[in-house]
């Protein structure tokens, strides 16, 4: 059982937490958790996204298509032009966020 907890655990989060059956009825969610090296809380857990910053992210998006050489900094004048009222720092964070 130990060989197959280790190898269990290499498997990345993601696909890890994908493993979990809720109706099975022979193990339940915290034996489930424990074998994948997961903790019971991030079972239950759902990421919060936030619909203004889809909004941003697709501006920002298509600033950047027609601009690819465009910084944080003139993402940020580019989104205050549109009418957006945004910081460096949190067009930085969306961009980081998108892989640009």
């Keep these: 059982?130990?060989?197959l907890k280790k190898n269990?655990?290499?498997l990345p989060h993601d696909e890890r937490k994908a493993l979990i059956n809720t109706n099975d009825s022979t193990?339940?969610?915290s034996q489930q958790s424990e074998l994948l090296g997961?903790?019971?809380s991030g079972i239950y857990y759902k990421p919060y996204i936030n619909p203004q910053d889809i909004l941003l992210m697709n501006e920002i998006d298509q600033i950047y298509t027609d601009c690819p050489f465009y910084g944080k900094r003139r993402i940020r004048?580019?989104?205050e032009r549109r009418?957006?009222?945004i910081g460096v720092k949190r067009v930085c964070g969306l961009m980081k966020k998108m892989g640009i």
């Design 77 to 79: 004048a580019a989104l």
């Design 83 to 85: 009418g957006y009222c």
């Design 1 to 3: 059982m130990t060989g």
């Design 27 to 29: 193990l339940s969610l």
């Design 8 to 10: 269990l655990r290499s």
């Design 38 to 40: 997961l903790s019971r």
